[in-house]
Structure formats: C-alpha cells, structure tokens
C-alpha cells in the first residue's frame, strides 16, 4: 500500500494530542495546540496561519482515516493486517521513527511498489535505485541483512527482475514482525487507538 501524507498528517496531530494529554491532563488540548503558534510576532502570522491550515486537514484526515478500536484490535492479529490499513501503516512508520528504524520499512515499500512496475527500463532504474538507497554498503539508508542475502541480492543485479528483492524483503518483514511490531502493540500511541471511548449518541 503507498504511503498517504494524509494518514501520516492524522497519525502527528493523535500523537500531538497524547503528548499534550499527559502534561495537561487532556483539558483545552486544541487551544494549547493554537497556543503554542501563537507565541510569535505579526510577521510570523504567514506561517502561523499555514501551520493552522495543516493543522485543520489533519484534524480532518484524523476524523475520516482514525480506525475504530475494533479495527485497531485487528492490527495486532498480524503485521500484515497492520500494513494494509492506511491509518496503521502510517502509525506503525510514525513509531518506527522514534526508534531510528523506519528505513526498514520505507525499504519494504519500495519493494511493494517495484513489483508493481511492468517497464523493463523503470524496472532496471528503480532496482537500482533501491539496492544503491538500502543494500549497498553503508548506504544512506541501509537496512540490517545477513552478508548472504545482501550478496544474493547483489547478484541480483546481474539480471533484474520483479523478484530481484524478494528475498531480501522477506528478510526485512521478518525483522520487522518480530522486534518493532511486538512493541508497536505495546506502545502508548497504538494503545490509545484500542482504548478510545465511543462517542456518545445524541440525546
């Protein structure tokens, strides 16, 4: 599934909110948020505006792509099913970066979105753009292989095709299913996300 800034957007405002939460008890969290841009002089009124723009879609995005808890309770049957929802894969890419780690799964993205490609001259620059971004040796971005899958996927390069990361993305999935994602379901952002209240129904 791509990556949605929408849901990335909603994703920053809930774990904005949690933040203000805890060291305000949760009263008057919008115009604390409001506050803390309004601090600045009249010539900062441009970009506070802007940010109180963003603000206003996240809040939308966060309204229309928040999962119910019973949606969120699904996400912790397997990684998979976290991945696939748009609101999840963006929490669970929001809470890797807390752990200096979202390279993995940017990295499995990739992956995702290089099989889709049917041309053969895109396919060979998005190979090689990917092996140059996440395999190869101190790389920017490098991901945590075992030399053999790092040379098999080097090798790989010798004759592109769709299945030329399979392996080193299985790899990659592996290590995301057991390390990050057994604590993404511990962690106070998913958690809030189970617990949340329903709204109560009009009198």
């Not at 990556?3 to 904005?16: D, K, N, T």
């Not at 620059?125 to 092996?131: D, L, N, P, V």
């Not at 004759?159 to 030329?164: D, E, R, V």
């Not at 993305?169 to 952002?189: G, N």
């Amino acid at each position: 599934m791509p990556f949605s800034l929408e849901a990335a957007q909603a994703v920053e405002l809930h774990a904005e909110i949690l933040r203000c939460s805890r060291g305000r008890g949760g009263v008057g969290v919008a115009l604390s948020l409001q506050r803390r841009h309004t601090l600045k002089e009249a010539k900062d009124m441009k970009t506070r505006l802007g940010i109180f723009r963003r603000r206003n879609e996240a809040e939308k995005a966060l309204k229309t792509l928040k999962p119910t808890p019973e949606e969120a309770l699904k996400w912790g049957e397997a990684l998979e099913k976290l991945l696939q929802h748009k609101y999840g894969l963006a929490a669970f890419r929001a809470f890797l970066r807390t752990e200096f780690s979202e390279e993995n799964l940017e990295f499995w993205q990739a992956c995702e979105d290089y099989k889709k490609i049917k041309s053969q001259s895109k396919m060979v620059s998005k190979a090689k753009k990917i092996y140059a971004e996440y395999i190869a040796t101190q790389s920017c971005k490098e991901v945590n292989l075992d030399s053999y899958t790092r040379e098999h996927t080097k090798d790989n390069m010798q004759s592109i095709s769709p299945g030329s990361f399979d392996l080193a993305q299985r790899r990659i999935y592996a290590l995301m299913e057991k390390d990050p994602y057994p604590r993404f379901l511990r962690s106070e952002l998913y958690l809030d996300l189970v617990n949340q209240k329903k709204p109560s129904p009009p009198l």
